[in-house]
């Protein structure tokens, strides 16, 4: 099933998407896709109906909004992909680098992303992010962790160097800043999705920037989350982006940072592809 939200800035439903043009709104069944609504259950209730009694709309008639109301918290795992890890020249961590994005820089899949004031250093990261959907706390085992995990998005970790490197060490700083994490078109819940085979792209003016596999992670997916849960409390609607491949504008010589005027498009293999232009 594909789950998400559509709808303009305060006004966003929840609804199931059935393919990229058709969805249906499941307002009468759940109040919103948020952590509440998943505490008690919504996902197992719209899942359970029969979605053919409700009316088809069209998508290209809305906006598609983030597929998540109002996430608690947006965790991130840092030099999580070999390849990036060597183009940065920084060395292969031993343990998940872990830092936050607020909730705040959450947007729609297609919503513009704004370059800060005076920036000249803002970048792109594809990658894959984890929904949480069960509560959980001191997972026992990986295999546990794949129990509580509704589903996988596409995520567009916009970051700024200046603030994340060259401002105290704090990598917090230059990620949370408003628009900085498009997210969607949807939440992929299909059960049997291999999170560790998806091709990850990343284009800025049709120029492909990053394309690598979720096989370059250095820490699974699984074990992401069960590292996570043994010093932070999981609830449904968390999210956790799992880290950015090699090929992003610091590595690069000369680095192609973003500019207002561009297009960012973000692609993951058997998930979706997101839009947005910078402004």
């Known amino acids: 099933m594909l789950i998400g939200r559509l709808g303009e800035i305060g006004s966003e439903k929840p ?110 990261e594809v990658e894959l992010a984890i929904v949480i959907g069960k509560q959980a706390r001191y997972l026992k085992s990986e295999a546990d962790a794949k129990d509580i995990i509704l589903g996988y998005t596409v995520s567009q970790d916009v970051s700024e160097r200046h603030w994340q490197v060259e401002r105290g060490g704090q990598w917090d700083k230059g990620k949370g800043f408003p628009t900085f994490n498009p997210c969607g078109p949807w939440i992929n819940t299909d059960p049997n999705l291999d999170p560790q085979k998806l091709q990850l792209i990343c284009k800025v003016d049709g120029e492909t920037r990053q394309d690598s596999n979720t096989d370059d992670m250095i820490f699974g997916v699984y074990h992401t989350v069960w590292y996570i849960s043994q010093f932070m409390e999981l609830f449904p609607g968390d999210v956790i982006n799992t880290g950015t491949p090699f090929g992003v504008a610091m590595g690069m010589n000369p680095p192609k940072f973003l500019k207002p005027g561009q297009v960012v498009e973000t692609t993951i293999e058997n998930i979706g592809t997101i839009k947005s232009k910078t402004v």
């Not at 919103?32 to 008690?40: C, V």
């Not at 020249?89 to 936050?100: A, K, L, R, S, Y």
């Open 15 to 124: 609804a199931v998407f059935l393919n990229e043009n058709e969805a249906v709104f499941v307002d009468s069944l759940i109040d919103d896709w948020s952590r509440d609504s998943l505490l008690n259950g919504g996902f197992d209730r719209v899942a359970k109906s029969d979605l053919n009694t409700l009316p088809r709309v069209k998508v290209s008639e809305f906006r598609v909004a983030a597929p998540l109301a109002r996430p608690t918290k947006i965790i991130c795992v840092g030099l999580n992909y070999k390849a990036h890890a060597a183009e940065t020249g920084m060395p292969v961590p031993d343990e998940p680098i872990i830092f936050m994005k607020t909730p705040d820089s959450f947007i729609g899949p297609f919503d513009d992303i704004e370059i800060p004031p005076g920036s000249e250093k803002t970048d792109y």
